[in-house]
T-cell receptor, first 113, second 115 residues
Framework: AQSVTQPDIHITVSEGASLELRCNYSYGATPYLFWYVQSPGQGLQLLLKYFSGDTLVQGIKGFEAEFKRSQSSFNLRKPSVHWSDAAEYFC???????????FGSGTRLSIRP | DTGVSQDPRHKITKRGQNVTFRCDPISEHNRLYWYRQTLGQGPEFLTYFQNEAQLEKSRLLSDRFSAERPKGSFSTLEIQRTEQGDSAMYLCAILGGRVSGDTQYFGPGTRLTVL
């Protein structure tokens, strides 16, 4: 069965510092991987996705993620965070682009001024 | 704007009452999904439609829950005899949107509180 693990429940980084949010998945075949962001009172917004091809994918708002099959990971990175990046981040996996999505439990990001 | 509206945005009800939520994509989309998100957790899949046909239901969708998509456009999710454990955010998603046709785009959700 598919599953997603986000080992960090809450991370605090200083504004301007780099960020890496961890995500590990469990799936037998090549997964379809997603990162979504949810701000307080807002809906889920897609940051980026990986379906195939280049394992380093670029997303919106300056985020990127790298698919590492050998580590079953899809970590999210940003070189310099802004206060507006404070939100809940969800990693997710599907077995196709149209299938149901299995979400991780999320990582809450706080930004220190 | 993801092209999905949900109504109502908030619903407070007493235990044992029935509630119905509506999801409206602004344009035609073949696939429509329902998820539930409880506090501090990621969304969990409930069910999805391909046009009018309900193709998959999660075991989370007990017999008190029913979803419909009668004309392949809007969808409704009804919960009968609500329980306090039903308190959650109910999210609707469509496959495809203005930017990408192979991605699920989520509506703002309906927050249900069962007293």
């Amino acid at each position: 069965a598919q599953s997603v693990t986000q080992p960090d429940i809450h991370i605090t980084v200083s504004e301007g510092a780099s960020l890496e949010l961890r995500c590990n998945y469990s799936y037998g075949a090549t997964p379809y991987l997603f990162w979504y962001v949810q701000s307080p009172g807002q809906g889920l917004q897609l940051l980026l996705k990986y379906f195939s091809g280049d394992t380093l994918v670029q997303g919106i708002k300056g985020f990127e993620a790298e698919f590492k099959r050998s580590q079953s990971s899809f970590n999210l990175r940003k070189p310099s965070v802004h206060w507006s990046d404070a939100a809940e981040y969800f990693c997710a996996v599907g077995y196709s682009s149209a299938s149901k999505i299995i979400f991780g439990s999320g990582t809450r990001l706080s930004i220190r001024p | 704007d993801t092209g999905v509206s949900q109504d109502p945005r908030h619903k407070i009800t007493k235990r044992g009452q029935n509630v119905t939520f509506r999801c409206d994509p602004i344009s035609e989309h073949n696939r429509l999904y329902w998820y539930r998100q409880t506090l501090g957790q990621g969304p969990e899949f409930l069910t999805y439609f391909q046009n009018e046909a309900q193709l998959e239901k999660s075991r989370l969708l007990s017999d008190r829950f029913s979803a419909e998509r009668p004309k392949g456009s809007f969808s409704t999710l009804e919960i009968q005899r609500t329980e306090q454990g039903d308190s959650a955010m109910y999210l609707c998603a469509i496959l495809g949107g203005r930017v990408s046709g192979d991605t699920q785009y989520f509506g703002p959700g309906t927050r249900l509180t069962v007293l």
